[in-house]
């Protein structure tokens, strides 16, 4: 390894001896992955080969993509790794490979003996499994080795392990003109990529709070947004609806959108439905009308339409006319609260959110209006009665199925 592939940051970071708790985190593309994965390699080759290691990642799949992949390019046929057997080899030594998306995790690493730990992204590690990471490290020299994005200031990556003076630690913060081998180009279009409380994490790497309006750029420059119908491509790549089903106190929502050939998400249409004196064959008909309007004024085919949580009468009855619906409540595990608005947030500053002009005023409305739900510690809009969210809700239904593939 060349030492001119490194910088500064990373060349003292690779020379320096780990700590018990090691934490990179900053900014996106720092290159804070990238080193730690490196001197978490050369780590592990330096020790005992009947000695055990764990990885861990908020999915094995995003473990796999984040880290697996990068060590194959870093230390090719030293490393080994089974998805379905959890289980790596690095330079002999067995790591096993597990997923923490939720508080139950923990109980996956009970018992375990460990002499050395790293964890991708460890903000979206629930708390009880770093602790209980921490007391599986029970080998004498035991490391945990973790990399992160910043979340909110009250996260316990902050409060436990940044701003704890009592740990034997090292903490170091990277930030994106850190990677000096990123094209200078490339890192001015990323920086435009965020905005607000993502640009204050992403970029400046800072532990900030989400307040006020979401969506700033869209409220104070709405017209940039909107399109002719006449400018819209003629080809889609999907088309898919939503309708979120009111009650006394909200509207219902109908949502169309589809992906352009050009990349671009566009809102073909929405419509508000007042719930008052609506009886079910009124709603069925209301969402039935709705998708023959958008089939008939645009070149799409609805492939699939999302009906809120537990009106599975509703659902069975809808497709009785066509068998494109579903319930939504698979949809919110795709798409969870807290990424939603960055999602959107990113589609926006990428150019690549469109909603035709005349056609989705009620949706306009809101996205112009929404706010931080501001008792929250996470990134997420407001749902406490006191806003209008109904035509959000259904366009990131509308939008969920194919949340994975919109980005990449």
């Known amino acids: 390894m060349s030492k001119q592939m490194l910088s500064e940051k990373q060349k003292k970071f690779l020379k320096d001896d780990l700590h018990r708790i090691n934490l990179l985190y900053g900014s996106v593309r720092s290159g804070k992955t990238w080193i730690s994965l490196l001197k978490w390699a050369i780590w592990i080759g330096q020790q005992a080969s009947d000695k055990q290691f764990l990885m861990v990642g908020k999915t094995i799949t995003t473990l796999k993509r984040n880290c697996l992949v990068l060590l194959e390019e870093l230390i090719g046929d030293n490393?080994?790794?089974?998805?379905?057997?959890?289980?790596?080899?690095?330079?002999?030594?067995?790591?096993?490979?597990?997923?923490?998306?939720?508080?139950?995790?923990?109980?996956?690493?009970?018992?375990?003996?460990?002499?050395?730990?790293?964890?991708?992204?460890?903000t979206q590690i629930p708390q009880d499994f770093y602790l209980m990471a921490l007391s599986r490290l029970s080998?004498?020299?035991?490391?945990?080795?973790?990399?992160?994005?910043?979340?909110?200031?009250?996260?316990?990556?902050?409060?436990?392990?940044?701003?704890?003076?009592?740990l034997d630690?090292?903490?170091i913060k990277f930030l994106l003109d850190d990677n000096i081998f990123l094209d200078e180009t490339y890192k001015e279009n990323l920086k435009k990529e965020y905005t607000g409380v993502y640009y204050s994490r992403f970029i400046?790497?800072?532990?900030?709070?989400?307040?006020?309006?979401?969506?700033?750029?869209f409220a104070d420059n709405t017209e940039k947004y909107l399109i002719d119908k006449k400018?819209?491509?003629?080809?889609?790549?999907?088309?898919?609806?939503?309708?979120?089903?009111?009650?006394?106190?909200?509207n219902f929502a109908l949502v169309c959108t589809a992906e352009g050939i050009d990349g671009v998400v566009y809102v073909l249409r929405t419509k508000a439905i007042y719930p008052e004196d609506l009886d079910l064959a009124d709603v069925e008909r209301e969402c039935i009308e709705f998708i023959k309007g958008v089939e008939n004024d645009y070149p799409v085919k609805m492939s699939s339409c999302y009906v809120d949580d537990n009106y599975y009468?509703?659902?069975?009855?809808?497709?009785?006319?066509?068998?494109?619906?579903?319930?939504?409540?698979?949809?919110?595990?795709?798409?969870?609260?807290?990424?939603?608005?960055?999602?959107?947030?990113?589609?926006?500053?990428?150019?690549?959110?469109?909603?035709v002009d005349g056609e989705c005023e009620a949706l306009?409305?809101?996205?112009?209006?929404?706010?931080?739900?501001?008792r929250s510690e996470k990134a997420v809009i407001a749902d406490d009665g006191t806003q209008t969210i109904d035509q959000i809700d259904g366009l990131f239904y509308s939008l969920a199925d194919n949340y994975h593939f919109i980005l990449d």
Not at 364 to 374: A, G, P, S, T
């Open 364 to 374: 306009i409305e809101e996205l112009q209006n929404v706010v931080y739900d501001e």
């Open 204 to 217: 400046n790497g800072d532990f900030v709070r989400a307040e006020g309006v979401v969506f700033r750029d």
């Open 231 to 250: 400018d819209l491509p003629n080809r889609y790549k999907w088309t898919c609806g939503a309708y979120d089903l009111g009650g006394n106190k909200s």
């Open 79 to 122: 490393i080994t790794y089974s998805i379905s057997q959890k289980k790596a080899v690095i330079f002999g030594r067995t790591v096993w490979l597990e997923g923490a998306n939720d508080e139950r995790s923990e109980s996956k690493i009970r018992g375990m003996t460990l002499l050395g730990c790293y964890i991708d992204e460890l």
């Open 313 to 355: 009468t509703t659902v069975n009855s809808l497709n009785n006319w066509r068998y494109i619906f579903d319930t939504a409540s698979h949809i919110k595990s795709i798409m969870p609260l807290e990424d939603r608005p960055l999602f959107l947030s990113k589609l926006m500053a990428q150019g690549r959110f469109k909603l």
């Open 139 to 166: 080998e004498k020299g035991a490391v945990f080795l973790a990399t992160t994005n910043p979340d909110h200031p009250k996260h316990y990556v902050k409060t436990e392990i940044i701003d704890n003076d009592k």
């Open 169 to 171: 630690k090292q903490v």
